[in-house]
């Protein structure tokens, strides 16, 4: 017995299948920005991995490329069956198509599903990363003489410059890490190595920043060395004026780029998802009448239990299909 039936005339037919034919096209383009938006992170994350802990940062931008392609393919296929729809010589030809279509569609809306759950849920494991990486990156900043961390310096300085920024929470984290190597350090002077001897960890700690973290858009020279000591400077004063550094720290400077990043993922996941409630809405209703919509008709059990028995089912008419084939054809013997 047909559950929910829905007498259709010609024309309202045709109508649905124009709906759903602009529906999926616009599916495809939703796929295309996502897949574009997943390649971008993908690069971006790559550009700066020197800056993030090992963190399973890739499965997200990978799993958005894989949705963004199966939503242009299968949007694309149920474009054309929406269009042909309308020519019934043209719609036979799809019939056998129509079973291996909504399998793929079932998986699809699952992946998006598991997508948008990733995209909002790496906030804290994105944080995390960027807060371990820099932490790490700024350490090794003074090892440019040693192998795998010669080019650290320069990606710090470069990350500094470009998102205007200075060290990990704010300009104060360089005074509690060395950042200039000890071959450039003059150990015949008294100060360097009373300065040295000072620290427990015999490491040389100064008021100081590299000179990445000046504001290029401050009159006043930059001031990087001895920025806590007025005496040091002609009419200064690090309490109460605004430093020429850069106040933001890179931390936050490089979370708010990437959650911008998952913001637009997870806004164009939502929107397809919309499509999605908007193309079973018209598939199961009148157009013109309230109707129902939904991502999954049933839960995700039964509705995979569903499909591996009609997956199960086609496989044993085939096998019945060969059987009769052979009956339909005895064997002949050459004498």
Known sequence: MAVLPIKFTKTKRDKLAQGLWVLNWISIITGIILFSLGIFWKVEINKRQDLMAERQLQSVPNMLIAVGLIACVINFLGGKICYDCVDTNKFLRWKLVMLPYIICTFFFTLSVLVGALMCYSMHGQLEEAITLGLRDAMHYYKDTDKPGRCFLKGTVDLLQIQFQCCGNEGYRDWFQIQWVSNRYLDMSQREVVDRLQSNVEGKYLMDGVPFSCCNVN???????????????????????????????????????????????????????????YLQTSLENGDPECKSDGWLLENSFVETAHSNFNIIKHLGKFNQINIASSKTHFPKMYIL
């Open 218 to 276: 401050s009159p006043q020279p930059c001031i990087q060395y001895q920025i806590t000591n007025k005496s040091a400077h002609y009419n200064y004063d690090y309490q109460t004026e605004e430093l020429n550094l850069w106040m933001r720290g890179c931390h936050q400077a490089l979370l708010d780029y990437y959650t911008n990043i998952v913001h637009s993922i997870g806004l164009t996941l939502s929107v397809l998802t919309g499509v999605r």
